[in-house]
């Protein structure tokens, strides 16, 4: 598809376990971002991609949080013993280049719900 | 700490009338201002921006206007229409400073707006 892909759009877990986010940006964009949005807030950065650069992970709320992207393209966003508090919609977004002046194209989000 | 604030949490407006959004900011480092939209169940899209070097950009029936001295930005679309009901976020990048990265957008907690036939 033309647009950035995420998967699952729902996710139901029970508190504790792993979970994991898959993201697939646009083709041929070599910047990508991970945002949340919890129920009733504005979106919160967690993670940006740039190509080979190390990302920026200055937004990851705790070390149960994790992100990988590999070969340029996927992305993986992994929330270990999740709690609660995690329940969110989970965006991702790419650009072309990273460029400071690029808009970002969001997906659709994944809604992870945590019991 | 909320950088990006937008203090209405909704608005209703008549179809054919003007809408307008707000949006202040304390981060005085802010540069860059945007608009996205967002529908039910889509990811936001973008809908217009405007650089701090400029107080006035337009496009179509939205025009976002940016005060610096008051830290305040408005979204105008003239005339509403009911497809533009939907959350609009107000975000800001600033510009790269002590490591900073570029992929940071700061962005407000979203206004619904609601127009009407």
Redesign the interface.
């Known amino acids: 598809g033309a647009g950035v892909s995420q998967s699952p759009s729902n996710k139901v877990t029970e508190k504790g376990k792993d979970v994991e986010l898959r993201c697939d940006p646009i083709s041929g964009h070599t910047a990508l971002y991970w945002y949340r949005q919890s129920l009733g807030q504005g979106l919160e950065f967690l993670i940006y991609f740039q190509g080979n650069s190390a990302p920026d992970k200055s937004g990851l709320p705790s070390d149960r949080f994790s992100a990988e992207r590999t070969g340029g393209s996927v992305s993986t966003l992994t929330i270990q013993r999740t709690q609660q508090e995690d329940s969110a919609v989970y965006l991702c977004a790419s650009s072309p280049t990273g460029g400071y002046y690029e808009k970002l194209f969001f997906g659709s989000g994944t809604q992870l719900s945590v019991l | 700490d909320q950088q990006?604030k937008?203090n209405s949490p909704s608005l209703s407006v008549q179809e054919g009338r003007i809408s307008i959004l707000n949006c202040d900011y304390t981060n005085s480092m802010f540069d860059?201002f945007?608009w996205?939209k967002k529908y039910p169940?889509?990811?936001?899209?973008?809908l217009i921006?405007i650089?701090s070097i400029k107080d006035k950009n337009e496009d179509g029936r939205f025009t976002v206007f940016l005060n610096k001295s008051a830290k305040h930005l408005s979204l105008h679309i003239v005339p509403s229409q009911p497809g533009d009901s939907a959350v609009y976020?107000c975000?800001a990048?600033r510009?790269?400073a002590g490591g900073t990265?570029?992929?940071?957008?700061?962005?407000?907690?979203?206004t619904i707006l609601t127009v009407h036939p």
């Open positions: 990006v937008q860059y945007l996205y169940a889509e990811g936001p899209t973008f921006s650089s976020f975000a990048k510009a790269r990265s570029y992929g940071k957008l700061t962005f407000g907690q979203g």
